[in-house]
């Protein structure tokens, strides 16, 4: 891609977002995204799936405002009706986050996928970055991490009732209130916690920023049941292959191995993660857990070189 003034480099998630100053106060942010049906009802995938594809621009602190759907369909097999419920639980998403979506694009696919094309805006001085993580920084994680291991055994049919319920409800939820607290709290970096897992996206940030981050592993919050899943086995194939990269830049003291495996669990529709100044971090956090989000203070940032420290 040629240089230009206006593309705006540096972004929450590495090359899934671009973004494009537009005038002196306003810049847009373009992200797409799609994933394959993880969970068994066509309107919870649909707003997944919408939840998921949005989130990059929440991640920068935008707002989004447009969106196209992306479909690829066995009609043979699977009809229009189930599609019918995939793109209205879609619609209530962009709903709830106040954006319209405009169409879209079909294609026939014997593996069903869905997701989005979307626009946000975002003001050019306020945009969040992963590069933007500052040493005294604390760590902010606003959802509970699991969502991959539920997946896992959910294809297995070993996913209890009440803990898909919780992740569906998690992947469902935008991170609208999350981005909303993050810029009330001055954070400059950010990025969403998706398919690299939270150990796998906090080390793209601390390379990226030039800090270390120290982790405290209970303090991070899971959801229920997913530990005794990670017990099991129910570990995906892409949370194992996060294991291995983010192993070389961390170093775990006193943590079960089996909660290591659940910081590199590969997300879908994931929280953020941010940093901020620690009173204001705290703040942050509480709000959130008020309105509902699993949000805690996960850890701290220093000066360094991309190192993550784990312990108990």
Known sequence: MPDHPDLLVG???????AVWRISPDRALVVTAD??????????AWGRIAAANAVSDVYAMGGRPILSLNLVGWNTDELGTEILLAVLEGAAEVAAEGGWITVGGH??????PKFGMAVVGDVHPDR?????????GDSLVLTKALGAGVVATALKAGQAPDDVVAVSVASMSRLNKEAAGAALAAAATGATDVTGFGLLGHLRSMAEASGVDAELHASAVPVMPGVLE????GFVAGG??????????RVEVDGVDEDMVVVLADAQTSGGLLFGAEPSRAEEA????????????????????????????
């Open 127 to 135: 945009i969040l970055t992963n590069a933007g993580l500052r040493p």
């Open 285 to 312: 956090a509480a709000a959130l857990r008020e309105s509902g989000h699993a949000a805690a203070v996960i850890g701290t940032v220093t000066a360094g070189t991309g190192i993550m420290r784990v312990r108990s």
């Open 11 to 17: 972004t929450a998630t590495s090359d899934d977002a």
């Open 34 to 43: 799609f994933i394959t049906p993880i969970v068994d009802d066509p309107r």
């Open 229 to 232: 899943l990670v017990g099991k």
């Open 106 to 111: 079909t294609v026939e696919d014997p593996e």
């Open 239 to 248: 949370t194992r292959r996060n294991l291995t990269w983010a192993g070389e």
